[in-house]
């Protein structure tokens, strides 16, 4: 099992940035692909993107041009770099560990609790 733990979420104005953290523990981070999620207040909790153990990334198209999904292996983190955030996009960021690249919330067993991201206008 994985334990995945969050932060970095915090109140922003429009057009800043925030680095998200996820760090790892209780087994073998490099074993595992790391997803991004955020649920936005009415919405369903949204894929981001994903970064695989291999280090290969996906971002979905709209944020492609914003967000940065990386890792370090040698301090179990990954990371989420979030440029130009708009109001929008407040919500609760997720991170989840997979052992393989994957799009779908359901195809993640381990989860961490979120960090809230707030962006005022």
């Known amino acids: 099992q994985v334990q995945l733990v969050e932060s970095g979420g915090g109140l922003v104005q429009a057009g800043e940035s925030l680095r998200l953290s996820c760090v790892a523990s209780?087994?073998?981070?490099?074993?595992?692909?790391i997803g991004w999620f955020r649920q936005i207040i009415g919405n369903e909790r949204d894929f981001i993107g994903a970064?695989?153990?291999?280090?290969?990334?996906y971002l979905v198209d709209s944020l492609k041009d914003r967000f940065t999904i990386s890792r370090d292996d040698a301090k179990n983190t990954a990371y989420l770099e979030m440029n130009n955030l708009k109001p929008d996009e407040t919500g609760v960021y997720y991170c989840?560990?997979?052992?393989?690249?994957?799009?779908?919330?359901?195809?993640?067993?381990?989860w961490g609790q979120g960090t809230q991201v707030t962006v005022s206008s």
């Open positions: 989840a560990a997979n052992p393989y690249l994957a799009g779908a919330s359901r195809e993640y067993a381990y």
């Open positions: 209780g087994s073998t981070f490099g074993d595992y692909a």
């Open positions: 970064i695989s153990s291999t280090k290969r990334t």
